[in-house]
Structure formats: C-alpha cells, structure tokens
C-alpha cells in the first residue's frame, strides 16, 4: 500500500468554479501536511502548509486535514485559469508526495 | 525562480551509461534533496543531505548515488542506467519559515535514456 494516494484526474472546470483536491494516507503517524503546485514542466512550489487537523485559509484556497478519516483536502474558490496545474499533496517531512492532480480552468 | 540551481537542464544518453546531475542549493540552505518524477510513479523522493551527511533514504536504486560537498553543491550519480530511468530529477533545498519547514525545487533535469 501507497504511502499516500491521489486522484490523477485530469480535472476540467469552468473558471469560477469550485475546486476540490483530494489525498489519502495511510500512516497515522503524520503530523505535516502540504499542497504543492506544480505548473508544465517546471519544479513544485509549495502552496500551503499545515500542521496537524484542522483548515487553514490563504485568499482562495483552503487546505483541510481529518486525521481521524486521514484524509486531506484542498479547496480552492473562484478557480482561475492560471489556478491550471498540477496539484501534489506531500506528507511526512515532504518524504511521500501523490502522484498529482492534473487541473484545467477553462475561461 | 527558487533560487535552487539545477543543471544540465536536458540530457540524452544511452542504456549502460553513468551520468551526473549537479545542483545548486539556495544561498544559506544546508539540507539538499533529490526526488524522482515519472508519469506512472510520481514524484519519488531518493536522498537527503545535511551539511554534508546523508540524512535520510528513500527509494534510491543501488545504481544512483549522491554527495553534498563542502560548498554544499551536490551531485547526484546513475550508473549502469536503463531505459526505466528516464526521468525528470528535481533538487530541492529547504529552509524553516513561517510556513515551516520549506522545500523549494529547482527546475528538475530532463533525463531521457535510450
């Protein structure tokens, strides 16, 4: 079993939509979680970070924890057309990364 | 630009071969990464450096090997290379900021083996 688990997509939306990002993970043991961007081609940035459950909120997008389901999210409002990226979620020390959501906006 | 330099950008070699990817860490960053990234298996993190010592191990083949010299620059090794290796090999370097502890990626090494 994979350290963690995420839906490839590819995910189309209109621009304006909501986006909703989703991972799985296995060890309980996690304490860090982080969502990366990563645009064609080019090395990940990191987009959020959080620590332990909970939300945490940066203008548009909300990353989400539930440890009990060990589940984390990532939400983004009012998607953009330059939101169009690959999204990677990254636990443990940043040690264990998903595969990546591929996302489109469509204007 | 991370600040995370990575080099040669592109590279194309045959199967059996060895070669060295090289990057170069943000100013001030003494922990250096090398992570893996194929289409079916995703980013795959291979070795951690501190200051010079090996700090963590991922899923590092045999064949592939790494160094963080003094200057803190680090090389990464593959040998013996097959056509499975190819590849996109990210460095990253990390620093403890607001957000924690930040990894930031170079712009990865393009290996194609034929």
């Known amino acids: 079993q994979k350290e963690v688990e995420q839906d490839p997509g590819p995910l189309s939306v209109p621009e304006g939509a909501i986006v909703s990002l989703n991972c799985t993970y296995s060890n309980s043991a996690f304490q860090y979680f982080m969502w990366y961007r990563q645009y064609s081609r080019k090395g990940p940035e990191l987009l959020m970070y959080t620590y332990s459950s909970g939300n945490k909120e940066d203008g548009r997008f909300t990353a989400q924890v539930d440890k009990s389901s060990k589940y984390i999210s990532l939400f983004i409002r009012d998607s953009q057309p330059s939101d169009s990226a690959t999204y990677l979620c990254a636990l443990g020390g940043q040690f264990y990364f998903g595969t990546g959501t591929s996302l489109t906006v469509i204007p | 630009d991370s600040g995370v330099t990575q080099t040669p950008k592109h590279l194309i070699t045959a199967t059996g071969q060895r070669v060295t990817l090289r990057c170069s860490p943000r100013s001030g960053d003494l922990s250096v990464y090398w992570y893996q990234q194929s289409l079916d298996q995703g980013l795959q993190f291979l070795i951690q450096?501190?200051?010079?010592?090996?700090?963590a191990k991922g899923n590092i083949l045999e064949r592939f090997s790494a160094q963080q010299f003094p200057d803190l620059h680090s090389e990464l090794n593959l040998s013996s290379l097959e056509l499975g290796d190819s590849a996109l090999y990210f460095c990253a370097s990390s620093a403890i900021t607001s957000s924690g502890n930040t990894i930031y990626f170079g712009e990865g090494s393009w290996l194609t083996v034929v």
């Open positions: 450096y501190y200051n010079g010592e090996e700090r």
